[in-house]
Structure formats: C-alpha cells, structure tokens
Antibody, heavy 118, light 112 residues
Framework: QVQLKESGPGLVQPSQTLSLTCTVS????????VHWVRQPPGKGLEWMGG???????DYNSALKSRLSISRDTSKSQVFLKMNSLQTDDTAIYFC????????????WGPGTMVTVSS | DVVMTQTPPSLSVAIGQSVSISCKSS???????????LHWLLQSSGRSPKRLIY???NLDSGVPDRFSGTGSQKDFTLKISRVEAKDLGVYYC?????????FGGGTKLELK
C-alpha cells in the first residue's frame, strides 16, 4: 500500500542547513509527485514545494531562495534541503503525494518535528 | 497566491449534533477543465492530515456519508451530520486549482 515516511534531524542550529528524506513505498516516483508541507507549532499548513514525476520541481516563492527538492528514484526517496534556518522554521515537516488524476494530497507521512535552536 | 479563509476558527459540538464549516477563496477555484479543485482534510490530534473530500463533494474511500461537501466558485461548505467522537480535530480546506496550493487556517472541532 502507499506509504510515505519522513526522516531527519530533530534539532538544527540557526543559520544551518536542514536535510530531510521522504522514503516512499507502494508507488513510483517517476509517475507521481511528492510535495513537502510544513506546520509550525499550533499553526496551519504551508506548502513548501514539490517534485513531479518527470523530475521537475516547483517551490513556494517565499522559500525558493533557500529550498531545494530532489530525488533518488532507485531508492524511492525524495530529499528536502533548506539553508539559512531561523527559529520560525521550527515546524512539523510532512511529505505527501499529490495525485494528478484528482489533484489532491491523498497520502501523507506521519511528519517529523524539526526544532531550530542553539 | 489564493487566500483561503475558513470560519469559524473553532466549534464546540455535542455528540450527535450537526455542524457546518465555511471556506471562502480569494479567487474562483474553477479550473480551465471545468473542475473545481477544492478539498477537505482532517487532522486529528498529533497526527498527519487525512483526506476526506476531494473536488468539492467527492468522499474519499472509507469516509462516512455523514460528511458532505458543497459549494462552487469561491464559496464552499463542509457539513458533518451526527458528529461522533472520532470526528474531532482540525479541518482544513485546500485548493490545488491555482499554483501554489494553499490551505485554509483550519477549524478546530471540539466537544462541548
């Protein structure tokens, strides 16, 4: 069945780079898109960016200068890298599949909490 | 970006009651193919969001028919009939008609 799971460091120092991995199963990355959505504590959901089946990427314009999304199809993994982290980047980071037949986020990972603090 | 405004931000409900949540968008959500890509998700406490309804009114697999979605253009409503304890959590509307995808601020459904 379709599954996604995020992994990465729970704590990142200010100004450093965040690296997260989303490992998927039950579907192919070459025919599906995977996106990153984050949620600051007690707040709502923010779309960060995503990678499409053809490998192209889209980013939230507010994060574009700091964000990079890539993938390794042989390992069924999608990567997020974001630099120059600040305390307001503290959030739960989710990866989710955007199914392009109906254009909605149909499956989500459990999320990984990232705290930016010295 | 399309701004999604949900009201109310919170709702207190007794088990068995019915509730409605409103979601309004800053632009029409009708895409050039004629479809409307407005969806609803539920985030139960401590968990990731879970899909409920896609394209305004289509219930996801396993979602009971106590849930219904209506609306068009810029004005949408999620209705829950006969609320059960497992329905509690935060409801989000989301649009994927226009890029980037955007979410409403959420409506927290809690027990009275």
């Amino acid at each position: 069945q379709v599954q996604l799971k995020e992994s990465g460091p729970g704590l990142v120092q200010p100004s450093q780079t965040l690296s997260l991995t989303c490992t998927v199963s039950g579907f192919s990355l070459t025919s599906n898109s995977v996106h990153w959505v984050r949620q600051p504590p007690g707040k709502g959901l923010e779309w960060m960016g995503g990678i499409w089946g053809d490998g192209s990427t889209d980013y939230n314009s507010a994060l574009k200068s700091r964000l990079s999304i890539s993938r390794d199809t042989s390992k069924s993994q999608v990567f997020l890298k974001m630099n120059s982290l600040q305390t307001d980047d503290t959030a739960i980071y989710f990866c989710t599949r955007l199914i392009t037949t109906d254009w909605y986020f149909d499956f989500w990972g459990p999320g990984t909490m990232v705290t930016v603090s010295s | 970006d399309v701004v999604m405004t949900q009201t109310p931000p919170s709702l207190s409900v007794a088990i068995g009651q019915s509730v409605s949540i409103s979601c309004k968008s800053s632009q029409s959500l009708v895409y050039s193919d004629g479809k409307t890509y407005l969806h609803w998700l539920l985030q139960s406490s401590g968990r990731s969001p879970k899909r409920l309804i896609y394209q305004v009114s289509n219930l996801d697999s396993g979602v009971p028919d106590r849930f219904s979605g209506t609306g068009s253009q810029k004005d949408f409503t999620l209705k829950i009939s006969r609320v059960e304890a497992k329905d509690l959590g935060v409801y989000y509307c989301a649009q994927t008609t226009h890029f980037p995808p955007t979410f409403g601020g959420g409506t927290k459904l809690e027990l009275k």
